[in-house]
């Protein structure tokens, strides 16, 4: 979710380490002609109710709502209804797990419209984290030396701080921004900024944490984690956890391990490798 222009398709194809778009599935499963909906997509109109899958992994199934700048207070209504609905229901392949809710740095000087106030004051997402992507993040490397260069630094002295500085503007960012969420009704459960996903070798190892991190159940991590395959590290750190936690509770039982099960319990994190 979040604005147009916020980098949220590219994030998805990082996400699915693919450069080539989605396929667009209705409600029902129907597959939709791509040409028909360029046009709105281009401009941020998505349908939220639509699928977009991945072929590179179609074990992620994503919904794209419209630019929030921009939408009517129908859209909106529809919107809130569409994550209401999927956050609580019983079926498994119409259930939201995760909302990532983008906002540019492009924008940081209207950091949080009202529009995205309006989200987190009246959409209950019931158990489903809502985690804020800071996109865009690395441009404001221009906006760093454009500030040294107004404080008197010269042009060589500026590029040599310009990386620290980013920094400093982008912590004051993150920080504004969870303080004018943090009071709202339904606040986000995490935040975290991204950089360089306009690049083919970017790497979500973080995006991907922070939302395991926030997911309520230990099943619905394995499902996350298992299903992402651009960073099998996170699969054996995972999976470590898991042997850790079983392992410490056959020494506080004073039973023995069942190298089995544990061997199991571990496999079960990588469901994509063939075993030998």
């Avoid at 419209?66 to 859209?75: I, K, P, R, V």
Wanted: one cysteine or more; glycine letters at 6%.
């Amino acid at each position: 979710m979040g604005r147009a222009n916020a980098g949220k398709t590219t994030i998805l194809q990082r996400v699915c380490n693919t450069t080539e778009g989605p396929e667009i599935f209705d409600g029902n499963g129907n597959k939709i002609d791509a040409a028909i909906v360029q046009g709105s997509l281009t401009r941020g109109g998505h349908n939220i109710e639509n699928e977009l899958v991945f072929q590179s992994n179609p074990g992620f199934v994503f919904h794209d709502s419209c630019g929030f700048e921009a939408g009517s207070a129908e859209e909106f209504e529809k919107m809130r209804q569409f994550v209401i609905e999927h956050a609580r229901t019983k079926i498994l392949e119409k259930r939201v797990h995760a909302i990532w809710f983008c906002i540019p740095m492009t924008d940081y000087h209207r950091l949080v419209l009202t529009a995205e106030k309006k989200f987190f004051d009246e959409c209950d997402t019931g158990n489903v984290p809502v985690i804020v992507l800071l996109t865009k993040a690395d441009t404001l490397k221009y906006t760093a030396i454009e500030q040294l260069l107004e404080r008197g630094c010269t042009w060589e002295e500026a590029e040599r701080k310009a990386m620290q500085e980013e920094r400093d503007i982008l912590d004051r960012l993150l920080q504004s921004t969870h303080n004018s969420l943090r009071n709202c009704k339904f606040p986000p459960q995490s935040y975290i900024t991204l950089t360089g996903m306009d690049k083919e070798a970017a790497d979500c190892t973080s995006l991907m944490r922070s939302t395991a991190s926030v997911l309520t159940t230990e099943g619905l991590q394995k499902l996350l984690i298992s299903t992402q395959q651009t960073n099998v590290t996170l699969n054996i750190e995972y999976a470590v956890r898991r042997w850790v936690k079983l392992i410490m509770k056959c020494v506080l039982e004073q039973v023995t391990a069942d190298k089995k099960a544990l061997q199991f319990a571990i496999l079960r994190w990588f469901p994509f490798r063939m075993v030998k």
